[in-house]
Nanobody
Framework: QVQLVESGGGLVQAGGSLRLSCAAS????????MGWYRQAPGQQRELVAT???????KYADSLKDRFTISRDNAKNTVYLQMNSLIPEDTAVYYC??????????????WGQGTQVTVSS
């Protein structure tokens, strides 16, 4: 019922920047937390960053100096600004949102994933 639509992935050279967007659609009442995760081939999906409705953020320790998560509550959109990208950042990036729809049913939705490839 709550769908997440991602954009902004693609190919970028090492040292470059990329900005991912994820917009939630559907009958959303509240999104208490949104986040980004990533998964490389042969790896488990790992946390990149999360942000609460109040703006509190958490990052993977290795990424906090390069990545910034933000959200626009009015647009039900979360962003991930990625700077100083390195080839190790190459992965499929997934958007996640958890909250309640307008029937006050909880949801925990995932986006389809967007490929980020960083070339050397």
């Amino acid at each position: 019922q709550v769908q997440l639509v991602e954009s902004g992935g693609g190919l970028v050279q090492a040292g470059g920047s990329l900005r991912l967007s994820c917009a939630a659609s559907g009958r959303v009442f509240s999104m208490n937390i949104m986040g980004w995760y990533r998964q490389a081939p042969g790896q488990q999906r790992e946390l990149v960053a999360t942000i609460t409705s109040g703006g509190s953020t958490k990052y993977a320790d290795s990424l906090k100096d390069r990545f910034t998560i933000s959200r626009d509550n009015a647009k039900n959109t979360v962003y991930l600004q990625m700077n100083s990208l390195i080839p190790e950042d190459t992965a499929v990036y997934y958007c996640n949102a958890a909250g309640y729809d307008r029937r006050i049913n909880p949801f925990d939705s995932w986006g389809q994933g967007t490929q980020v490839t960083v070339s050397s």
